[in-house]
């Protein structure tokens, strides 16, 4: 870490040490962020030179998803070299000057890492498949005999998180694991050529300057020992339900333990954050005891409604579960692989994450902004993901022929409502790609995102993007925000949320109706226009300074 980064970045509030503890952390989805060259997809020059618009919108640092060499069965997460940036982002070297650029305006950046499985055209994979029954190479990941009288049939009953078997048959006979797409070969954590690899990969990014990595999959690296039958169909309704045989076994621990110590060997504060899909925020908190991660996401939070009870239930939870590992709680509306909060908020609550209904749009806008003060006033670090400060909400009528979710093409999987929340991002102009890049743009983007554009919404006190703006500026100033592990929770009416950090007071409700509230102190920030500091109008949140 240069020294120059060391003195601008944001210096936690709390009493623990770690500027992950209350950081704001931006996602960057390469391929959507921002073209360079005109190919019609976001490249890692397009990413910085788009560094200065993430420092005026005052986040901490950014998290970048896969940019490696990769076929792109799955959007880069099936990851063919791991050293290696695919051409359609850049190289290497680009992928240096954007961590060096980060650092110089004071931002960290965060890569992802895929663990869990590779792409079938990984070396170790296509040469395993070369190499046939009994190679050595094959024990690097989970080949097996099939079923029935001529191993016609799968090794086991386990299904493919985006539709149909988890094993696919190679011409030799054998199977092979893939929990996600038949692309996406899972490894053998039980391997030790396995485990070296990635302690090599970690080596490798942390020298380059990374400042972190976001863990895919974090939950899925051990499987039950005989990958033994899970007896049921229709298993994705248990996922992030029940502990299954190859999901948050606890054999990943001891994994994770072993990269936090070589992470403690680099300076700077160098995270590790877990995507681990857990049945509850305790399993969830065993991830970030103090010798593992730093962070993991809080998918009980992404996926509550707009309800006051269940958000207080899940906030409460939230920070219950993670005070005794001694870990700050995260927090999430939106990322790449859920329908977008404007969007999911405004359909009728219970309909989850994985929607196509539009909805209302400005309902879902307005619930939305309440939202993000509610995220951005809670204890801990929040994460962005690139263009909910514009208040984007999911493209829903994305023609088949342009999709490109490998669920999308499964007819026993998902619907491919992936690909709604991935259209590139509008930062110019009257007309698509609305400066995306010279080249159009690889989803189309629709005619009314250019009343959204970064330049539309600049300067307008009114827009979304401006109260992001703002509720950073003002999270930033407070020494009551950001860090710590409690909320003082205040009396209020039914369908109403207020709490007290110090100073800072917050009120939100979740309701169809105003609501009488006694206006605790002057207003710092409302996320809709207030006719009555006695009032608090529908689906709205306040955050006051007493």
């Not at 601008?8 to 704001?24: D, F, I, S």
């Amino acid at each position: 870490m240069t020294q120059h980064l060391a003195e601008t970045l944001h210096t936690p509030t709390g009493t623990l040490p770690g500027w992950w503890r209350e950081a704001v952390i931006y996602q960057v989805y390469p391929r959507s962020f921002a073209d360079s060259n005109g190919d019609g997809m976001g490249d890692l020059e397009g990413i910085r030179s788009r560094l200065p618009y993430l420092k005026e919108l005052g986040v901490d640092a950014v998290w970048l998803s896969p940019f490696y060499a990769s076929p792109q069965a799955d959007a880069g997460y099936d990851v063919a070299d791991y050293r290696a940036i695919d051409p359609m982002f850049g190289t290497l070297h680009d992928a240096d000057a954007v961590i060096r650029d980060a650092h110089e305006l004071g931002l960290r950046i965060i890569v992802d890492l895929v663990p869990n499985h590779c792409s079938d055209q990984h070396d170790w994979f296509k040469q395993a498949v070369r190499e046939g029954a009994g190679s050595r190479l094959r024990e690097r990941f989970h080949f097996r005999p099939g079923k029935g009288e001529d191993g016609e049939l799968p090794p086991n009953d386990w299904e493919s998180i985006f539709g149909g078997p988890a094993w696919t048959r190679v011409p030799d006979g054998e199977w092979y694991l893939h929990l996600f797409a038949p692309e996406q070969p899972d490894f053998n954590w039980e391997h030790p050529a396995v485990q070296d690899e990635f302690r090599s990969i970690l080596r490798f990014w942390l020298d380059l300057g990374a400042d972190g990595f976001r863990v895919d999959v974090a939950h899925g690296l051990v499987k039950a020992p005989g990958l033994p039958d899970i007896g049921s169909g229709d298993q994705l309704k248990l996922l992030g339900n029940d502990i299954m045989p190859f999901f948050d076994q606890d054999g990943v621990h001891e994994i994770y333990r072993s990269w936090r110590r070589i992470l403690d060997e680099y300076e700077g504060d160098r995270v590790l954050v877990a995507e681990a899909w857990t049945p509850t925020v305790e399993r969830t908190a065993l991830y970030v005891r103090p010798d593992e991660m730093h962070q993991a996401f809080n998918f009980q939070y992404l996926t509550a409604d707009w309800n006051a009870g269940e958000l207080r239930k899940v906030i409460d939870g939230s920070l219950a579960a993670m005070r005794p590992v001694g870990a700050p709680t995260t927090w999430v509306l939106s990322n790449h692989d859920v329908t977008r909060h404007a969007t999911r908020f405004a359909n009728p609550p219970g309909l989850g994450t994985q929607l196509r209904e539009q909805g209302d749009r400005e309902l879902g806008l307005r619930r939305a902004r309440a939202a993000t003060l509610l995220m951005l006033a809670l204890p801990g670090s929040a994460y962005v993901y690139q263009g909910e400060e514009l208040g984007l909400p999911d493209v829903t009528d994305l023609p088949d022929e342009v999709r490109q979710d490998p669920s999308f093409f499964r007819a026993a999987g998902q619907d491919g409502f992936r690909d709604g929340c991935r259209v590139p991002i509008p930062w110019s102009g009257t007309e698509a790609p609305y400066g995306f890049g010279d080249g159009g743009s690889w989803l189309p983007q629709p005619a009314e995102w250019a009343e959204l554009s970064v330049e539309a919404q600049t300067g307008d006190p009114e827009s979304t993007l401006e109260l992001y703006r703002a509720a950073l500026r003002i999270r930033r100033e407070r020494a009551e925000l950001g860090a710590g592990d409690a909320v003082e929770w205040l009396p209020a009416p039914d369908g109403v949320l207020a709490f007290r950090r110090g100073g800072f007071v917050c009120t939100v409700n979740t309701t169809a109706e105003p609501v009488a509230l006694p206006a605790p102190g002057t207003v710092l920030l409302a996320s809709a226009v207030l006719e009555s500091p006695g009032t608090l109008p529908a689906d709205t949140a306040v955050w006051w300074e007493e």
